[in-house]
């Protein structure tokens, strides 16, 4: 019997360290290393392991072959199939992340509901709130009636001595995999190994049942899954809820799908009797909107199959500071300095004495660079005092030579901006034709030069767009 080994591993990547230290080598974290026996179970080693016992043979087999059941369970609440990419697959198993209080429960609460009531089994084991409390909350999602069975435990190995009994699950739903523990590992509950045994555990009863598993994670402050982000790695699919505080919507993003597109997301809105599906997130984005006021440009988005059209605020104001202020909420902020950037050096327009602020309505956050055109539209016309259209959309990327460059689903951009009554377009130039109305009124740069001095209204005249823009006050 070899010696117990002591090991630091950091809670953050999951690196093994020998010795302590204030900050983790491998990710740069402080304060993550812990120490964690090694005696036996994971982490011990393959040498350790190999001397336990002799591998057992397993029967090999082909790809062709019959398959049971349909490889999905969708679960008929839209936008969550939608962001699993059609369904619950089968044999799988799903991370769905995110803040504490976001809805990860609720929204799962409701799924397996609505599994059940189609004659699933569902298995829903909270580690983190008491029966009655889960029972409370099924009353007021008004799913109380519903099949789902319910456990309240958090060791791995009576779980899955539990599910075993009966027919097997179609989905199994722990929540959290922080508070998982298995008598394999030998630290505490939430420590990565832990939680990296537990979920291995879990992933290993999914694939050899072909029952679905879906892992509940919080994600700390970061953005990243406390400890267990060296799951993201172990399982097929991970999702994540998010939701900017104050706004009542919520949206499920997925990040990694071994089985779908990665770049879904569905839409709720958090009401009082649960979730509700958003089909239609535009209009919610955009649904505050005031009569055109300088500073703010409608992005025609895209989230990916599905357009979405959404305000960008830009508030530019003279900056009492040596160095100016940047602050942003909804978008990246480096890309605004590459923007800005542009502006300044291609099209004359100086921000260097100025604060920006720039801000995506509704609490949105966009991760497409094809929203440059629409920020440098804000920004000039917060600058000059002059209000963009309000019945026009903006969408392209900006390079640093200041050119416009075409992005893709421009029709399909263009197609829900028609619909919801806009009737003007800036958009970059494509090879495809421009169909609809809206092509008519479609205005189409070649660089940003062309956009700002169409903004400032100088389009045409000969002269540079400064000219105009050094006559603002406060320049
Ligand atoms: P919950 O699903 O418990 O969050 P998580 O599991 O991600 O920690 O959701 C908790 C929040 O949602 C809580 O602040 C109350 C709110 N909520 C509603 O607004 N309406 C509802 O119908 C429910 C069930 C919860
Ligand atoms: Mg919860």
């Not at 209009?283 to 895209?302: N, Q, Y």
């Not at 900056?319 to 542009?342: E, F, I, K």
Request: charged share 20%.
């Amino acid at each position: 019997m070899p010696k117990p080994r002591i090991q630091f591993i950091c809670q953050n990547c999951g690196s093994v360290h020998t010795r302590w230290a204030g900050k983790c080598d491998a990710c740069g974290e402080w304060n993550t290393l812990v120490e964690e026996g090694t005696s036996g179970g994971i982490g011990s080693g393959p040498q350790a392991m190999r001397s336990a016992r002799k591998g057992r043979a397993v029967v090999l087999t082909s790809l062709a072959g019959d398959i049971e059941d349909a490889p999905r369970i969708a679960s008929g609440i839209s936008e969550l199939d939608r962001a699993t990419g059609g369904g619950f697959v089968r044999g799988s198993a799903l991370l769905v992340g995110g803040d504490p209080g976001i809805g990860k429960s609720t929204l799962l609460t409701q799924a397996a509901a609505a599994l059940a009531r189609q004659g699933h089994r569902i298995v829903y084991v909270s580690g983190e709130e008491a029966v009655a409390q889960i029972r409370l909350r099924a009353q007021r999602l008004g799913v109380a009636d519903s099949a789902v069975e319910l456990a309240a435990e958090t060791n791995v190995e009576d779980i899955l001595a539990t599910i075993a009994d009966g027919r097997r699950p179609d989905l199994v739903i722990l929540d959290s995999i922080q508070t998982l523990w298995t008598d394999m590992a030998d630290s505490a509950p939430g420590t990565v190994t832990q939680v990296r045994a537990a979920a291995q555990a879990m992933i290993r009863y999914a694939k050899s049942t072909g029952a679905a598993i879906v892992l509940v994670g919080h994600v700390t402050k970061e953005g990243q899954i406390a400890g267990p982000r060296v799951v993201e790695h172990m399982v097929d699919g991970v999702l994540y809820f998010e939701g900017e505080g104050g706004h009542h919507y919520r949206i499920l993003r997925t990040v990694k799908n071994r089985f779908g597109p990665t770049d879904e997301i569905g839409v709720f809105e958090m009401s009082d009797k649960g979730l509700r599906e958003v089909p239609n997130p535009s209009e919610l984005f955009l649904g505050e909107r005031a009569a055109a006021a300088p500073g703010a440009a409608v992005f025609a988005g895209m989230e990916g199959t599905r357009p979405i059209l959404v305000e960008i605020q830009a508030l530019v104001a003279p900056s009492p500071l040596g160095t100016p202020r940047r602050a942003v909420v909804g978008w990246d902020g480096s890309r605004l300095s590459m923007v800005l950037a542009v502006l300044e050096s291609h099209c004359g327009v100086r921000f260097s004495q100025h604060d920006v602020y720039l801000n995506v309505a509704g609490g949105y956050r966009i991760a497409e660079p094809a929203a440059d055109l629409a920020v440098a539209a804000a920004l000039v016309s917060s600058l000059t005092g002059l209000a963009l259209p309000a019945e026009c959309v903006y969408f392209g990327e900006i390079s640093l030579s200041g050119a416009v460059r075409t992005v893709a689903h421009t029709q399909q951009r263009l197609k829900e901006a028609e619909k919801l009554g806009f009737s003007q377009a800036v958009c970059p130039r494509s090879g495809e034709e421009l169909a609809g109305k809206i092509s008519a009124n479609a205005f189409q740069p070649a660089s940003l030069v062309d956009l700002v001095a169409r903004i400032a209204g100088t389009n045409g005249g000969g002269k540079q767009p400064e000219a105009r823009l050094r006559r603002i006050p406060g320049e």
